[in-house]
């Protein structure tokens, strides 16, 4: 028997099994980090207490606060939840990106926020720290630590991290 995971009554139920509606979180989210919304503060607050508890349950934290927090270009995919991913309140990441789960992204110490293209993946347990800047389409390896700035249309793989060049298939070899 095969399950359609898009069917209507199969994404809400897994959305209380897995306490976790990616649509609602985000819509809720992008009304309290905005500090021009004409929402009434008590209901902001309502769901600010909602998305906590939804990240307490996934030991995630997506840098949430009160009319402040990540930047976030659009919505990232997580295909595995909020599992374990922790974002720091003064991090920008891009449009369609993709963040595994365990993944960390803090500014720590560094003046300068952590920038993340566009088009990025972040692979499992990847560890992003100190006010780094990734570029557009880039993918970091699982388990990755990047201190260092990354270009665009890279693989970073390693602690620390360290750019993977492609191999070029020539005539030869692709025979």
């Not at 295909?79 to 449009?95: R, T």
């Not at 692979?123 to 201190?147: E, F, P, Y």
């Not at 991290?161 to 025979?175: D, M, R, Y």
């Amino acid at each position: 028997m095969n399950i359609n995971p898009n069917n209507f009554l199969i994404k809400k139920a897994l959305n209380v099994i897995q306490h976790y509606n990616h649509e609602k979180y985000w819509r809720m989210r992008s009304e309290v980090i905005n500090p021009h919304s004409k929402m009434p503060v008590i209901l902001k607050l309502y769901y600010l207490l909602r998305i906590k508890k939804m990240d307490a349950y996934h030991n995630a934290s997506l840098g949430t606060n009160l009319g402040k927090g990540a930047i976030f270009d659009s919505p990232p995919l997580l295909p595995h939840g909020l599992n374990g991913i922790v974002i720091g309140h003064d991090v920008k990441i891009g449009k369609n990106c993709t963040i595994w789960q365990q993944v960390t992204v803090m500014q720590g110490t560094s003046v300068k926020s952590v920038v993340i293209g566009d088009n990025c993946i972040l692979g499992t347990g990847s560890k992003i720290l100190g006010g780094v800047q990734i570029g557009n389409n880039v993918k970091i390896g699982a388990n990755a630590v990047v201190v260092n700035d990354i270009p665009d249309n890279c693989t970073a793989v390693g602690i620390p991290a360290h750019i993977v060049k492609p191999k070029i298939k020539t005539l030869s070899s692709a025979k």
